[in-house]
């Protein structure tokens, strides 16, 4: 038989142990909110973080410049304090949120490997409409 020589990376009620692994940020911008969530290499989710914890923070302003900054800057200090620093990035989405996304992983202490847009995008879009004929 083969033995199984991993190290185990969950305790027994599947929070992460202070172990120096590499995880991937799947960060997804909508228009009025960005979704972070921390997972494994296989895509088990262990840690989300969202604009919508902050609070007091109403839904129009989420998208807000600033409120962006503070969410990757608390999600950051969540991953350090896990020994968390190589991590590799998905990010799905467009605009504001996701150029805000780069620059304040800039000015954290993660170290990032891979970068992958994983946006979907339509190959011919919708059908147009009809064109009216006069």
Not at 4 to 13: E, V
Not at 63 to 73: A, C, H, Q, V
């Amino acid at each position: 038989m083969i033995k199984n020589n991993k190290k185990k990376i969950f305790s027994k009620n599947n929070k992460l142990n202070n172990v120096n692994i590499h995880g991937i940020l799947c960060a997804t911008a909508t228009i009025n909110n960005l979704i972070l969530t921390y997972t494994d290499l296989l895509g088990r989710p262990l840690y989300w973080y969202s604009c919508g914890r902050i609070p007091n923070i109403q839904k129009g302003s989420r998208s807000n410049y600033f409120i962006i900054l503070e969410t990757i800057e608390k999600f950051s200090l969540y991953l350090e304090s896990k020994n968390i620093k190589n991590i590799h990035i998905k990010v799905k989405g467009f605009g504001l949120i996701r150029k805000t996304l780069l620059k304040a992983l800039k000015k954290t202490n993660l170290q990032v490997f891979n970068f992958y847009n994983v946006t979907v995008l339509p190959h011919n879009g919708c059908r147009p409409k009809k064109y009216r004929r006069i």
